[in-house]
């Protein structure tokens, strides 16, 4: 151990683990996260992401039925980003040696957020509200386990987080505005 380094393995000790077990890829010894519980936490997440992102897109089209064109546009954008949430999910499990879970059956018992498709414009837009306050919830809580044991894992979703805070947002304002 390198004494002047008292926070770091020493480097002799990592050249030599990163040797071992080549096949893992980017996950090296050092990893100390449980990989199967990060695993599925993201695919539980990814699930989340692919039912909000189908609930926006039945909200776009119906309020574009309805000529609804403020409200349309912001289900077209949120729709578009839960999409690129749900891929950036899928990425990580890829890389972490797992596979993602994109099987449409049980895919609502596997989401945290509800797909509910809404009567009105009212409707639609709380009940996106709600999925964004729950997605907020799970979110922080994963972020919150993960702590220090896999910040690449964390910072995904502490990104996904701070944009499911502005759709929330969003929501909250189109609600408002309907006033
Ligand atoms: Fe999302
Ligand atoms: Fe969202």
Known sequence: MLTNHPFLTDIETIRQRARQHI?????????????????????????????????????????????????????????????????????????????????????????????????????????DLIAERIAIDTYREIVQYIGDKDPTTRRIFEDILAQEEEHADDMAGLLQGLD
């Open 23 to 127: 096949e893992d890829g980017p996950i090296t010894e050092g990893y100390s996260a449980d990989r199967e519980t990060v695993i599925k936490l993201l695919n539980d997440s990814l699930a989340t992401e692919i039912v909000c992102t189908l609930r926006y897109k039945r909200h776009y089209f119906m309020a574009t039925g309805i000529k609804a064109s403020v409200a349309a546009a912001e289900f077209q954008e949120h729709a578009d980003q839960e999409q690129e949430h749900a891929d950036r999910l899928a990425k990580r499990i890829v890389q972490l040696g797992g596979e993602p879970d994109f099987n449409p059956e049980g895919l609502l018992t596997r989401s945290h957020a509800q797909y509910a498709e809404g009567h009105d414009l009212r409707d639609m837009i709380k009940e």
